[in-house]
T-cell receptor
Framework: NAGVTQTPKFRVLKTGQSMTLLCAQDMNHEYMYWYRQDPGMGLRLIHYSVGEGTTAKGEVPDGYNVSRLKKQNFLLGLESAAPSQTSVYFC????????????FGPGTRLTVL | DAKTTQPNSMESNEEEPVHLPCNHSTISGTDYIHWYRQLPSQGPEYVIHGLTSNVNNRMASLAIAEDRKSSTLILHRATLRDAAVYYCILRDVPGTASKLTFGTGTRLQVTL
């Protein structure tokens, strides 16, 4: 039982490049989330999903897109990366009907030059 | 979401108890109190949560004031592995998807 995994762990992009971050969970959770954490700050929600095929905007969605084609996977895309998107990205999941305890992945450290 | 206030940092000696306070004077009757912690270079980790009564689990205890305007996370015997940033978070409507509002938390340092 791996819990929540994220791919890749590190990535360096040039301004304008695109990339996709993959989050996978093996706990059969309905809900999945993408957060970003900037240095010295708390996490901020980018997008989330309440089930396969559904997504919703969070607190800071601009510049990002997401997809949830399979229940266990949640993809975060950056179409045209900007230096302001340099951050650590965390994925989380939680199950329907519980106290919404969120289980987090180890994070992806992204640097945009 | 109702706001929480925590000290920026605290220090503890190893093997001693640690009491991490959190003020939430605007808490509503349906807000659950959640605690998460984030170890260095890792994602946040759930610690404990409660509504009105004190709660215990294998990681910690949560003491909730009678008026629910404050709570305290208790680590009974701090170890070096407990050095982390601890976040106190209020959540309404459990069982629905919504964001966790992370503030800056309390950075706990544990020394020998």
């Amino acid at each position: 039982n791996a819990g929540v995994t994220q791919t890749p762990k590190f990535r360096v992009l040039k301004t304008g490049q695109s990339m996709t971050l993959l989050c996978a969970q093996d706990m059969n959770h309905e809900y999945m989330y993408w957060y970003r954490q900037d240095p010295g700050m708390g996490l901020r929600l980018i997008h989330y999903s309440v089930g396969e095929g559904t997504t919703a905007k969070g607190e800071v969605p601009d510049g990002y897109n997401v997809s949830r084609l399979k229940k266990q996977n949640f993809l975060l895309g950056l179409e045209s990366a900007a230096p302001s998107q340099t951050s650590v990205y965390f994925c989380a999941s939680s199950y329907l009907g519980g106290p919404d305890t969120q289980y987090f992945g180890p994070g992806t450290r992204l640097t945009v030059l | 979401d109702a706001k929480t206030t925590q000290p920026n940092s605290m220090e503890s000696n190893e093997e001693e108890p640690v009491h991490l306070p959190c003020n939430h004077s605007t808490i509503s009757g349906t807000d659950y109190i959640h605690w998460y912690r984030q170890l260095p270079s890792q994602g946040p980790e759930y610690v404990i949560h409660g509504l009105t009564s004190n709660v215990n689990n294998r990681m910690a205890s949560l003491a909730i004031a009678e008026d629910r305007k404050s709570s305290t996370l208790i680590l009974h015997r701090a170890t070096l592995r407990d050095a982390a940033v601890y976040y106190c978070i209020l959540r309404d409507v459990p069982g629905t998807a919504s964001k966790l509002t992370f503030g800056t938390g309390t950075r706990l340092q544990v020394t020998l």
